[in-house]
Each structure stands twice: as C-alpha cells, then as structure tokens.
C-alpha cells in the first residue's frame, strides 16, 4: 500500500539528530562506548530528583480506585492548578486553573496550540536557529514555519521579524533558553518583540499569537528567563518536564494560555478540544499527579554549566568558534574553514565522524555553516574526546 507523498517527502529530511544518534549506536557496538563521543541526542542524563522518586513510589502504591482512568481532556483539576501556581511564579502573573491544559509533553502541547490557531496556507515565525521539528509541528496543521534570522550573538532581529510579519502571521514561536544555541532572549529584546506585534495587530486588525516554548526555563546560568505574559496580552507558554526534572519520557507537559489574552477561555477550549482530536486524549494520569505534588522539587544543574566549560575548552583548542550557551545544554558551534574553504556543515559532520565525533548539522536548525553538539553528556565523554576535536579539525583542513 502506497505511502502519502508528502509523508515520504518529510521522511527523506527527517530529523537529523536522530539519525545521529542512531549512528552512534552502531559506532558503540564496533569501537566500544569509551571510544564514541555522541553530542547528538539533547537526552538529559540527571536522574529525576528523589522527591520526584518518591512521589511515583506514592502513586504506584495509591489503591484509589480510578486513578488510571480518563479525566477532563485538559487534565485533572489538581495538576492544572498546580501548574498554574508554577506559571503564575515564572511569568509574574496570576494565572488559574482554568488556563492550563496539560499536554502530552511540549511537543504535544505545541502541536494542540498549532492545530488550534493555524488555517491551511498560514504562517508561524520562528527566529533561527530553531528545534527543528518545529518545522514538522506546523505542517502537521497545514502551516509553515517562517525563519527570520537572528543577530550574531543568537539574540532577537527585530527587524527583521517585523519585515516577516504580514496577513498570513497566526503566531511568532520563541523558545529561550533555545535548542540549539543556549541563549537567553533578553527582557529589552521580549518588549520590542512585543511592541512590534502590537503594532502589527493595529495596522492589520489581525491578532498575532506569542507561543513561548519553555522546557529549558529552569537551567541557566546567571540569567533570567524573561516573562512574556507581562508585555503582550495574545501569549502563550507551553512547556513539560521533561528537561527540569529529567523526564522526557514520560510526556507530561502543559500549555498556559495568558488570562489577560481575549477570548482566553475560548483559546483554551479550542487547545483542548484540539488535544482531544489530535489523538491525545489526556496527558498520562499517573504523571500529572506525580508532577503536581514535585513540580518545584530542587535540582542542581551545576554539572551541566561544568561540562559547558569543558566542552568549550576543548573546541577552542581545536580552533572551533561557538556562541557561549546562557542556559540550555547545547553548543552551537560555526564550521571551521577547511579545504577550498568549504564550510559545509554536512560535510564537517562527516569529518567528525572519522573521529567518533557525533554531531548533528546545523540545517535542521535552520542555519547553514553550522553543527549543534548536546553536552548532557558524561564528563570522560567530554575529557575523552579532546583529542579527537584536534585531529578532526587538522583533517578537514587538508
């Protein structure tokens, strides 16, 4: 039976992480562990907190009867309110209950917010770089995505998104700390976004939707992640655990729709409705009552910014130029000019390769002449593969 000719078609371009990282698998089995140095796969290797332990214990040991069952599509009355006091503290706006939807992970939770605010042939601005299944989220809903570039340093071009806003724009998608770059967006850089989709909804009449997607909210260094529920109405936040609390398995996220947004409670039925039509249905019951009761749980994130600081000691040894990461656990490094100054990202990755130096390209992410190394890594990884950098950089010079 026949295939779908557009799902083949994104088959063919599917995820290079991915692909990366199954790579590094084969590469294991025939060199050994020690000898593979895989910064593909962005797959956080902190365990979960002992409170978040403790709380599965709990709740697989509850005899309640109906745990296990359906709830309301937009999740169980505790954990959205839950998650409602964990917004209201992030965004310094007090947000309720009744404005949370939980999700089965971000990428659920974008895909809701997606399907409900994009007709066929409509757009979704996104700075570049971005998490490249993006692109796949918005043509699940028959959307494209738009990417305008940023500055050098990663930060916001604000120019350049208000000469890609136009009548097609449903929404802006930022995500800070971002996948691939680690930068923060600045609280300056949050208002003038702000201000120009202000302005844009003034010329226009048409309502642009802000969606801020946050898994990496909790791990920074030194900086703060800046609300947008403060400086524009038409705002949404989706985010998960799966990064804070080291859960990306278990899907378990949610989506925060700004009360001060109009019709707010109209876009929050349309988000359930959505999650309940995309298949969804509800978020896993066990973990949102896991989540509820652990959300804050404290965590030390110190071991990411130390391999950062290693990882990076190593590409400037090998002469690789990165944008130093303000959170996240990503570097996004330019390709060093080789032979006949090429600076393929495709090919430099290859050349990696050579070395058991997994990488992923930086076309995804919708930059060329780049590559995204994951460094939730472990550190004799990171230690273990100095070398390697230098002979693979020496390499793709001759």
Same mark, same amino acid.
């Given at each position: 039976?026949?295939?779908?000719?557009?799902?083949?078609?994104?088959? %063919?371009? *599917?995820?290079?992480?991915?692909?990366?990282?199954?790579?590094?698998?084969?590469?294991?089995?025939?060199?050994?562990? %020690?000898?593979?140095?895989?910064?593909?796969?962005?797959?956080? =290797?902190?365990?979960? @907190?002992?409170?978040?332990?403790?709380?599965?214990?709990? *709740?697989?040991?509850?005899? %309640?009867?109906?745990?296990?069952?359906?709830?309301?599509?937009?999740?169980?009355?505790?954990?959205?309110?839950?998650?409602?006091?964990?917004? *209201?503290? +992030?965004?310094?706006?007090?947000?309720?209950?009744?404005?949370?939807?939980?999700?089965?992970?971000?990428?659920?939770?974008?895909?809701?917010?997606?399907?409900?605010?994009?007709?066929?042939?409509?757009? /979704?601005?996104?700075?570049?770089?971005?998490?490249?299944?993006?692109?796949?989220?918005?043509?699940?809903?028959?959307?494209?995505?738009?990417?305008?570039?940023?500055?050098?340093?990663?930060?916001?071009?604000?120019?350049?998104?208000?000469? #890609?806003?136009?009548?097609?724009?449903?929404?802006?998608?930022?995500?800070?700390?971002?996948?691939?770059?680690?930068?923060?967006?600045?609280?300056?850089?949050?208002?003038?976004?702000?201000?120009?989709?202000?302005?844009?909804?003034?010329?226009?009449?048409?309502?642009?939707?802000?969606?801020?997607? %946050?898994?990496?909210?909790?791990?920074?260094?030194?900086?703060?992640?800046?609300?947008?529920?403060?400086?524009?109405?038409?705002? /949404?936040?989706?985010?998960?655990?799966?990064?804070?609390?080291?859960?990306?398995?278990?899907?378990?996220?949610?989506?925060?729709?700004?009360?001060?947004?109009?019709?707010?409670?109209?876009?929050?039925?349309?988000?359930?409705?959505?999650?309940?039509?995309?298949? &969804?249905?509800?978020?896993?019951?066990?973990?949102?009552?896991?989540?509820?009761?652990?959300?804050?749980? @404290?965590?030390? &994130?110190?071991?990411?910014?130390?391999?950062?600081?290693?990882?990076?000691?190593?590409?400037?040894?090998?002469?690789?130029?990165?944008?130093?990461?303000?959170?996240?656990?990503?570097?996004?490094?330019?390709?060093? +000019?080789?032979?006949?100054?090429?600076? =393929?990202?495709?090919?430099?990755?290859?050349?990696?390769?050579?070395?058991?130096?997994?990488?992923?390209?930086?076309?995804?992410?919708?930059?060329?002449?780049?590559?995204?190394?994951?460094?939730?890594?472990?550190?004799?990884?990171?230690?273990? *593969?100095?070398? #390697?950098?230098?002979?693979?950089? #020496?390499?793709?010079?001759?």
């Amino acid at each position: 039976m026949p295939l779908a000719p557009h799902i083949i078609k994104a088959m %063919e371009s *599917s995820s290079a992480i991915r692909l990366a990282f199954e790579e590094g698998l084969k590469l294991r089995q025939q060199f050994g562990a %020690e000898n593979v140095y895989d910064f593909s796969l962005g797959n956080p =290797d902190l365990e979960p @907190p002992a409170e978040v332990k403790a709380a599965i214990k709990k *709740s697989a040991e509850c005899t %309640e009867k109906g745990m296990h069952g359906y709830m309301t599509n937009a999740g169980y009355d505790f954990a959205r309110n839950a998650m409602a006091e964990k917004v *209201s503290g +992030e965004q310094g706006v007090k947000v309720e209950g009744k404005n949370i939807v939980m999700a089965c992970g971000a990428a659920g939770g974008l895909n809701a917010v997606f399907k409900a605010i994009l007709s066929p042939g409509e757009e /979704i601005i996104v700075p570049s770089p971005f998490f490249a299944e993006y692109t796949f989220y918005c043509a699940n809903h028959g959307g494209k995505l738009v990417p305008v570039n940023t500055k050098d340093d990663f930060s916001l071009d604000i120019d350049a998104i208000k000469a #890609a806003l136009n009548e097609k724009t449903a929404g802006v998608l930022i995500n800070s700390p971002n996948n691939p770059s680690g930068k923060i967006y600045s609280k300056e850089d949050i208002c003038a976004l702000a201000a120009a989709l202000k302005e844009h909804q003034e010329k226009t009449g048409r309502e642009v939707f802000l969606v801020a997607d %946050e898994p990496y909210r909790a791990i920074t260094y030194g900086k703060t992640v800046a609300s947008v529920f403060d400086v524009y109405k038409s705002s /949404i936040v989706v985010s998960s655990f799966a990064k804070n609390l080291s859960l990306p398995g278990e899907r378990l996220g949610y989506v925060a729709v700004n009360p001060a947004c109009p019709n707010a409670d109209k876009v929050v039925t349309a988000v359930v409705y959505c999650t309940r039509v995309l298949g &969804y249905v509800n978020a896993p019951a066990f973990f949102q009552r896991v989540c509820a009761e652990v959300w804050n749980a @404290p965590v030390d &994130y110190s071991s990411y910014l130390r391999r950062r600081d290693a990882l990076t000691a190593n590409l400037r040894a090998a002469g690789i130029e990165y944008g130093e990461p303000e959170g996240a656990f990503y570097l996004f490094c330019k390709v060093p +000019e080789g032979k006949n100054g090429s600076t =393929d990202e495709n090919d430099f990755c290859k050349c990696l390769l050579e070395q058991h130096i997994l990488g992923v390209p930086g076309t995804g992410f919708g930059k060329r002449g780049y590559f995204r190394l994951a460094y939730c890594v472990s550190e004799q990884t990171i230690t273990n *593969s100095a070398q #390697a950098w230098k002979d693979a950089v #020496a390499n793709w010079k001759k």
